[in-house]
């Protein structure tokens, strides 16, 4: 996977916007984004995906930047239920597997 | 909404024991994955199934590890004599279209080795 690199943690008020940046300087032409997120005690959940343009489903929105090299999760109005980490993941291609990094430890408060 | 299943949600076992970790993954996936992450650090990949064979694996997927999808509907992992290092939350994972696509992954077993 390429290399990408996040914040080790970030905090959030309830009903708050949060932006969680990824840096993936290394990215190819090809690789997709991924973020996933682990709420406490859970399995990692997917949040979104994209490529190039700007993505939106009910979780959340995916900011990408127009040289790729950089992406923003976007929580519109953060809940206390979106405390989690969340991993941005650059997976080599379908075969390969996903490989988590530390991620970033989001804290909201009400 | 369909989802991976795993049993069971939590063993105790001895060392030295053998372990036989189970999941249902999603009906018409193609890709299964395990995964392991011990208290308090990563999520760390083990092994990736597919076509009926190991696709790929890490170096923690060692000897003593085994993946068999024996009926399928069933995908197990199976540790064969289990070292007090074994002690993690075992996260199952399926995927149509893998890792390019969404994985699923079920709630976990966790596996306490005394």
């Known amino acids: 996977d390429a290399k990408t690199t996040q914040p080790n943690s970030m905090e959030s008020n309830e009903e708050e916007p949060v932006h969680l940046p990824c840096n993936h300087s290394?990215?190819?032409?090809?690789?997709?984004i991924h973020w996933y997120r682990q709420l406490p005690s859970q399995g990692p959940e997917y949040v979104i995906h994209?490529?190039?343009s700007n993505v939106n489903n009910r979780m959340a929105s995916l900011a990408i930047a127009e040289d790729r090299k950089s992406s923003t999760l976007i929580l519109h109005r953060a809940t206390l239920r979106d405390a989690a980490v969340y991993y941005c993941?650059?997976?080599?291609?379908?075969?390969?597997?996903?490989?988590f990094g530390k991620g970033t430890t989001l804290s909201v408060s009400s | 909404e369909p989802e991976v299943t795993q049993t069971p949600s939590h063993q105790v076992t001895q060392m030295g024991q053998e372990v036989i970790l189970r999941c249902v993954p999603i009906s018409n996936h193609l890709y299964f994955y395990w995964y392991r992450q011990i208290l308090g650090q990563k999520v760390e990949f083990l092994v990736s199934f597919y076509n009926n064979e190991i696709s790929e694996k890490s170096e923690i997927f060692d000897d003593q590890f085994s993946v068999e999808r024996p009926d399928g509907s069933n995908f197990t992992l199976k540790i064969r004599s289990t070292k007090l290092e074994d002690s993690a939350m075992y996260f199952c994972a399926s995927s149509l279209q893998g890792s390019t696509g969404e994985l699923f992954f079920g709630e976990g077993s966790r596996l306490t080795v005394l």
């Open positions: 290394t990215i190819s032409g090809t690789d997709y």
């Open positions: 993941i650059l997976p080599l291609w379908a075969g390969t597997a996903l490989i």
């Open positions: 994209g490529l190039t």
